[in-house]
């Protein structure tokens, strides 16, 4: 992908984020998360019902790149299972952080895929997929 395109979707995700919004429904299971680095501070809420993720949502204070990854995870993650959350956040984290990872599973999260030429930012990428991570791991 184009690093045009790859800006495109990221800017597209920050000005228009999906799933923006913490419902106030106790069946959600919510997490906050903030950055010691930057200005990033972001709550991530999901509601998992029989192993699946019906819904995930976001909502906080964070730059564009933390904004448009919380933007992108949850659209990635909404309506799938816990297993393939796990592995979608798995290969999103190798990925940021330079391992093998398995690409064909990140969708639009592939366009962080350069995140790591800029170490300062991969927090940034990095902070909504452990919330998710947590969230998972909690249920």
């Known amino acids: 992908m184009d ?4 800006r495109d979707i990221m800017l597209d995700n920050y000005e228009n984020p999906q799933n923006r919004g913490i419902p106030l ?4 299971v919510k997490i906050n998360s903030r950055s010691d680095s ?4 972001i ?9 699946i993720i019906e819904d995930i949502r976001f909502d906080g ?3 564009a ?14 309506g799938k299972t816990k297993e393939e959350a796990k592995s979608i956040i798995d290969n999103f ?10 690409d064909e599973v990140l969708g639009e999260l592939n366009i962080y895929n350069e995140v790591y030429k800029q170490p ?12 998710v991570k947590k969230i998972i791991e909690s249920k």
């Open 3 to 6: 690093s045009k395109l790859k």
């Open 120 to 131: 300062s930012r991969k927090n940034c990428a990095l902070l909504p997929a452990k919330s």
């Open 38 to 41: 930057c200005v990033d501070n």
């Open 93 to 102: 984290e190798r990925m940021i952080n330079e391992l093998p990872y398995n």
């Open 61 to 63: 204070e964070a730059c």
């Open 25 to 28: 429904d106790d069946s959600y």
């Open 65 to 78: 790149i933390c904004t448009s990854a919380s933007s992108i995870i949850t659209k990635e993650l909404k």
């Open 43 to 51: 709550d991530i809420a999901a509601k998992i019902k029989d192993g």
